[in-house]
């Protein structure tokens, strides 16, 4: 058989770019290739959105670029063998997803094509390096981020990224695609994503738009204001990263040359490099410490006196605690799909730690709201904040989300911006109007309980509950 004549179904599942795609590269370069994409069973409503964005732009790419991407139904492991059979296709190729069920979904797909006698390939295309290969002087997985990453950073050596193939062959085939509006990815009655598309361009060219914008003007301020909510100075690369529009290699190797070369200061892009690893940490828990998806890291926490109430957590979903950094936060998640890191990382301590609400209610809403959901580092961030998870922060350290806002957001404008009732509250008062005199209160036009509403805790109160919480599960 001709050599351009070898069929090689290309897998696409968390990989949505042609730049630097191992396993799409692999076929390209082996002879005709078809690029197959399934309907996802277990994504948020808001991935969904960007899905149906980021899909949309890979199909125009594929059909430039000569072999268009199928969009189908079904099961993988039942249908990819039988597409297989039906085309003639000699070889099955993806790049891994490094979840429990990417992993599982991956040896069962093995074995399956097999059986068919069809060669299979994986390639690694979504991390700097394999978990597998991070172990202790033991023997063991890490548990703490900052010797993982010291030593991970002495055995990263990414390849140079592969170029997005000049052209794709394809062949003829009986195979139906199905279209971005028979999946019905985007919401209507209401569509709760009209902001959406004012913040984000999905799909590969955005993410490329949005590195070399970061890379050009903000890294250089990374460091320090990574953690002002107020300002865009982080990458808002996470969306872009979940979906695989943009190589992480290719990341990591600007930044180093950048720094190299004295355009980046090495505090400023190490910083970065650090967030990149943390990203790696989340998938490497993930990898070797699977039940992390669905319980505590820390057993002890199986037992913590978590509380269930209803009306607390719809004032955290709604942004209507009463405390106005938490409900900034969370309304900007609401209309943007997005939350500031600092902000997630208040708004994940106040539901935990001031309403003693399980993480999971957390990670729950946050996987059905964030465009950048992403399993991995949404469990183990969420597990860090609550005190649970590896590495995590110590449950006594509970934010005040007063001191929270006033540090990072001094003069108001993140929660003016999100939360404009306060918006005439002088800055003094701006993160904690119940302090304000009336008069100040009715200068600004506010009515606490009516216009925004009254603290839903007290904090000094809050903050006591969850140590007793904690010294329970502690003595045990």
């Known amino acids: 058989m001709n050599t351009t004549q070898k069929l090689t179904l290309v897998w696409l599942r968390e990989d949505l770019r042609l730049d630097d795609n191992p396993a799409l590269s692999h076929a390209a370069a082996r002879g005709a290739v078809l690029p197959i994409y399934f309907f996802p069973d277990e994504m948020g409503a808001a991935s969904r959105w960007w899905l149906h964005h980021s899909l949309k732009t890979l199909q125009q790419q594929c059909a430039d670029a000569g072999a268009p991407l199928l969009l189908l139904d079904g099961d993988p492991i039942s249908t990819i063998p039988q597409i297989a059979k039906q085309t003639g296709a000699t070889q099955v190729v993806w790049n891994r997803v490094y979840s429990p069920a990417g992993i599982e979904l991956g040896k069962t797909l093995k074995q399956s094509l097999a059986v068919g006698q069809v060669d299979t390939q994986s390639f690694n295309a979504n991390l700097l390096i394999e978990p597998s290969k991070i172990l202790t002087k033991q023997g063991t997985p890490f548990k703490v981020f900052t010797p993982f990453w010291r030593h991970s950073q002495q055995q990263i050596s990414p390849q140079e990224p592969l170029s997005a193939p000049a052209r794709l062959t394809s062949i003829a085939h009986e195979l139906t695609s199905r279209t971005l509006d028979d999946w019905a990815l985007l919401p209507s009655r209401p569509n709760w994503a009209r902001g959406f598309g004012t913040v984000w361009e999905p799909g590969e060219f955005g993410a490329e738009s949005r590195w070399t914008r970061f890379l050009e003007e903000t890294i250089s301020k990374y460091k320090d204001g990574r953690d002002l909510p107020a300002k865009q100075l982080t990458s808002m690369l996470s969306p872009h990263l979940a979906f695989g529009e943009i190589s992480v290699r290719r990341l990591w190797l600007d930044v180093q040359e950048a720094m190299a070369t004295g355009e980046v200061s090495v505090e400023n892009g190490s ?36 509380q269930t109430s209803a009306l607390h957590l719809a004032a955290w979903q709604q942004g209507r605690t009463g405390y106005p950094i938490v409900d900034a936060g969370m309304r900007e998640l609401w209309q943007t799909g997005y939350m500031h890191n600092r902000v997630r990382m208040i708004c994940a301590s106040f539901l935990t ?32 904040v609550a005190g649970c998870g590896a590495d995590a922060a110590p449950y006594f350290r ?78 045990n």
Not at 277 to 292: A, K, N, Q, T, V
Not at 362 to 374: I, M
Request: proline content about 7%; glycine content about 4%; some cysteine.
């Open 271 to 306: 910083k970065f490099l650090a967030e990149i690893g943390w990203r790696e940490f989340s998938r490497y828990l993930l990898c070797h410490f699977p039940r992390i998806e669905h319980a505590p890291f820390n057993p002890k926490f199986e037992d913590f006196p978590w």
């Open 353 to 384: 730690k001031h309403l003693l609400i399980h993480w999971q209610s957390g990670a729950d809403w946050f996987w059905d709201t964030l465009v950048d959901a992403d399993l991995a580092n949404n469990t183990a961030s969420w597990q860090w």
């Open 398 to 475: 509970i934010f005040n989300p007063v001191l929270q806002g006033q540090k990072f957001d001094k003069h108001g404008d993140y929660v003016r911006r999100w939360v404009p009732e306060l918006a005439n509250l002088p800055d003094k008062y701006v993160h904690q109007p119940w302090a304000a005199a009336q008069t100040t209160l009715l200068d600004a036009g506010l009515v606490l309980g009516k216009d925004y509403p009254k603290p839903v805790v007290d904090h000094s109160a809050a903050r006591q509950a969850a140590l007793d919480a904690y010294a329970q599960i502690k003595s």
